[in-house]
């Protein structure tokens, strides 16, 4: 029988520990004929990226201490592509390109070693063209002074070694998505300026090659300062290309013709086929054959895959039982994407379109499989919720309820609510299982994982809720959507607490000063000073906030009031953060100017800086540490109870 004990108080099975040592990142599939590549992210090696192929067995093809990684945008993606079983890669410590085959010994460097740590050469978002045997793709130039260049270039695979790349294309803030026509006639690209993001305007651009590979003059194929581009693919036969765009409000699929130089929409409808290109190289569709797409998209805030009759342009959703897709890729009917649903872990999945089934080849977790822990008992069930909010507008959210066979609380009492906020901001929550979620609710403790106004998934219209109101919108959305849970007699009224990382930790701080409604907060790499931001960011979110609060410095003193640094008078409640010193989107300055301000007043706050981190915690101790932290941080300043970790 269970145990009575009150909310926040239950001991659980799933541990930090639990979490850190046994979960892996997975990304980013790729196919080379009948093989299968993906790309594995291990904080149990200091976070080491790996990529690794399947044929048969599992294997390695990045051997330590190779990190398959890039910084290019700072967030990367795209780190590595692979052609004719020959395995391309950015190494994240010197920046350099490397091939790596069977037949190579230890990885081949294709690039000039940098002269320093902070003057190098950053690549990504590469194809190869066996024809000219080269690579093209982005490259990000940080050797000069001022802004880093970006370019598509190529790198001759047969001087290896000796030049950084030859520029094809330049003349753009931004470039990514170079892909090459199947006869290698023909390069598009996608590319854009500030102050845009590229979930704001992208255009796409075709261009000749001539007999050396250089190009020639592009044309604009579709997109602008107004119409978000994603994912330009060519057709196997090389006479349409294909893209997502979000003319219609929605990122829906389109064909262009290219003789006929002509574009119609192959789908339209009220979802989603594209996401936002924080990292390069995602891909939600792939053609599985000349006469079909697979593709992914969201609807409601939940993903869906399905095959598009390109002639007929009907459209088969198929019945799997995931919630989240992303990296489809296929050859012929066989398709390999990466999944996860609530109930499990994000795993690389592998389906026969011929006979409907579909193989795990790896999860990031494999604790739900151990028996003897019978963690799948603890794993709460996600509602997705809708709640009314400012303005008379419709939010959306992922809610938690607490969890655990072992315990009950009295008929009386009501959980306390853990509200999450996603980064960004234009982002979403995933639906897929969190072991960082279980932690909390497998404790007692409910969690809502608010797609505030500016989530991507609802359309264009909802995430432009946020132009200009950043720390206003999404504020307002997760205070009314703890009000709903409250008002539904699923939370306590009274014990709240508020949590999010980046974007996600500007928008806990702006809640915990601007609004009197959270009993404390825990702030990962988050935004405190708007206006440092923006003198102070990397290049691919350093106009960001122009369309989030407004140009700057002509809007200086909208910067002030939105920034929750200068108004720490009105904070009353207890912060703890969690920052990365290597972190150069957020730098730590941001944390440490609230820290000492808190501080100063004599209000409770904690503070952890991570050696070796950057925007985004990638080594297991540090997870196991934030974890462990923020629950005993609850425990003693906030809730002053016996939270068990």
């Not at 090659?209 to 994603?230: H, T």
């Not at 822990?373 to 509602?383: C, F, M, P, Q």
């Not at 920034?563 to 150069?584: N, T, W, Y």
Request: hydrophobic share 35%.
């Amino acid at each position: 029988m269970p145990k009575t004990a009150p909310y926040g108080s239950w001991k659980s099975p799933i541990t930090s520990d639990l979490i850190a040592a046994q979960s892996i990142a997975l990304s980013e599939v790729r196919l080379d004929e009948r093989r299968i590549y993906w790309l594995e992210g291990r904080p149990q090696e200091q976070g080491r990226f790996v990529v690794v192929r399947a044929n048969g067995r599992v294997i390695d093809m990045t051997p330590k201490p190779y990190n398959a990684r890039t910084r290019v945008h700072e967030y990367g993606g795209g780190s590595w592509t692979v052609s004719d079983g020959v395995v391309y890669f950015s190494n994240f410590t010197d920046g350099r390109l490397y091939a790596k085959g069977d037949n190579h010994t230890h990885p081949r460097p294709l690039t000039p070693a940098p002269t320093t740590w902070e003057r190098q050469w950053r690549f990504a978002d590469g194809v190869i063209d066996l024809a000219r045997r080269r690579w093209i793709g982005v490259r990000e130039d940080h050797t000069g002074d001022g802004e880093p260049v970006n370019t598509i270039v190529d790198v001759d695979l047969a001087r290896p070694g000796r030049e950084p790349g030859r520029v094809l294309v330049g003349g753009h803030d931004f470039f990514c998505a170079p892909r090459l026509s199947p006869d290698g006639r023909l390069l598009v690209w996608l590319a854009w300026d500030h102050p845009n993001m590229p979930w704001n305007g992208t255009t796409l651009y075709m261009a000749e090659l001539d007999g050396k590979g250089r190009v020639g003059e592009p044309q604009v194929i579709a997109g602008g300062a107004a119409e978000s581009i994603f994912q330009p693919e060519w057709s196997p036969d090389g006479r349409a290309l294909f893209f997502v765009s979000d003319r219609s409000n929605w990122w829906n699929l389109y064909r262009y013709d290219v003789a006929a130089r002509t574009t119609e929409p192959l789908i339209l409808m009220e979802a989603e086929f594209g996401v936002p290109m924080w990292t390069l190289a995602a891909s939600t569709y792939a053609f599985a054959g000349a006469k079909h797409i697979i593709c992914a998209y969201t609807k409601g805030g939940r993903g869906k895959l399905a095959t598009l009759d390109i002639k007929t342009k009907t459209l088969r959703t198929l019945e799997l039982p995931f919630t989240e897709f992303g990296s489809v890729r296929a050859v012929g009917n066989r398709v390999v994407f990466r999944a996860a649903a609530p109930d499990f872990p994000t795993s690389i999945v592998a389906l026969d379109l011929s006979s409907g089934t579909h193989r795990v080849l790896k999860k990031s977790t494999d604790v739900l499989d151990q028996s003897e822990l019978r963690i799948s008992d603890y794993i709460t069930t996600v509602k997705p919720v809708e709640f009314p909010t400012t303005g008379g507008n419709t939010a959306f959210g992922l809610f938690y309820p607490p969890r655990n066979p072992d315990y009950e609380a009295s008929s009386t009492e009501k959980p306390p609510l853990l509200v999450k906020c996603h980064g960004g901001p234009t982002s979403a929550a995933s639906s897929g299982l969190s072991l960082p979620i279980q932690f909390w609710t497998s404790r007692g403790i409910a969690v809502l994982d608010v797609n505030y106004g500016g989530s991507t998934g609802f359309g264009r219209d909802y995430r432009e809720r946020l132009y200009g109101s950043w720390g206003i919108v999404d504020v307002e959305d997760c205070v009314n959507g703890a009000k709903f849970l409250a008002a539904q007699g699923l939370v306590d009224e009274k014990r709240r607490v508020i949590s999010g990382g980046s974007a996600g930790g500007y928008t806990t701080l702006a809640a915990l000063v601007f609004q009197d409604f959270f009993q404390g907060g825990a702030s990962y790499y988050g935004v405190s000073d708007a206006a440092a931001l923006a003198r102070d960011t990397h290049k691919f979110e350093s106009r960001y906030l122009d369309w989030l609060i407004g140009p700057y410095p002509q809007e200086e003193a909208r910067y002030r009031e939105r920034s929750p640094l200068f108004h720490v008078a009105r904070l009353s409640k207890p912060v703890i953060f969690f920052q990365g010193d290597e972190d150069v989107v957020v730098p730590p300055s941001q944390s440490e100017a609230m820290v000492k301000e808190l501080r100063r007043k004599g209000i409770a706050v904690g503070y952890f800086l991570f050696s070796g981190e950057q925007h985004g915690f990638r080594k297991a101790a540090n997870i196991q540490r934030c974890l462990d932290a923020e629950l005993a941080f609850y425990a003693i300043e906030v809730f002053k109870t016996g939270l068990t970790l």
